[in-house]
């Protein structure tokens, strides 16, 4: 079965700390993709980072950077120098053979300032 | 790139009455589109794939009867919620998957529906 975990359900930390969120996987699939989406309190969907299952290089995008770890079936998100407007959920997802997205629960992220 | 609206963002509607929503793809074709349907603090639910001209592949548990979907055009999916209760009441989000885009949906901003 296909599954997708995200442990932390809530993350508080202060403005310009780094935070992690973290996301595991299972898949029976030997090729999937795997994506983090920001949902701010407006609702909108906001695709951040796609990963093919073959390429496990790290990635780093200004203040983003992504672990994707094939031998413990993790797909982290590291958040660096937080800022107010990164409180938001964000969400892990599997991409299925059939193009679906399995998803996991979110981790709801709060900056204060 | 890669813009999907989603129109009305708000509908309040009374009991027993039918709400359309809209999904559009902007600046591409999307084959397959989604429709999900999103509980306060949970995540999101996928209620069906909709694919341009064929029939909708519905969830278990989703009636189709209920929620009625059609993608008439490479570029728009629309969603109608049938003599809508109270129970209906929810945000409901579309995506569209850009071919050739390795899998990626792209969301709509989404519909939050009030049924009185």
């Known amino acids: 079965a296909q599954k997708v975990t995200q442990a932390q359900t809530e993350i508080s930390v202060v403005e310009k700390e780094d935070v992690t969120l973290d996301c595991v996987y299972e898949?029976?699939?030997?090729?999937?993709?795997l994506f983090w989406y920001k949902q701010p309190p407006s609702g909108e969907l906001v695709f951040l980072i796609r990963r093919n299952s073959f390429d496990e290089q790290n990635e780093i995008s200004g203040r983003y950077s992504w672990n994707f770890q094939k031998s413990t079936s993790s797909f982290n998100f590291t958040i660096t120098a937080s800022q107010v407007v990164d409180s938001a959920v964000y969400f892990c997802?599997?991409?299925?053979?059939?193009?679906?997205?399995?998803w996991g629960a979110g981790t709801k992220l709060i900056i204060k300032p | 790139g890669a813009v999907v609206s989603q129109h009305p963002s708000r509908v309040i509607c009374k009991s027993g009455t039918s709400v359309k929503i809209e999904c559009r793809s902007l600046?591409?074709?999307?084959?397959?589109m989604f429709w999900y349907r999103q509980f306060p603090k949970q995540s999101l639910m996928l209620m069906a794939t909709s694919n341009e001209g064929s029939k909708a592949t519905y969830e278990q548990g989703v009636e189709k009867d209920k929620f009625l979907i059609n993608h008439a055009s490479l570029t728009l999916s629309t969603l109608t919620v049938t003599s809508a209760h109270p129970e209906d009441s929810s945000f409901y989000i579309c995506?569209?998957?850009?071919?050739?885009?390795?899998?990626?949906?792209?969301f709509g901003p989404g519909t939050r529906l009030t049924v009185l």
């Open positions: 997802a599997l991409s299925d053979s059939n193009y679906q997205l399995i």
């Open positions: 898949t029976r699939d030997t090729t999937y993709y």
């Open positions: 600046d591409f074709q999307a084959t397959t």
């Open positions: 995506s569209a998957r850009a071919d050739g885009t390795q899998d990626t949906q792209y």
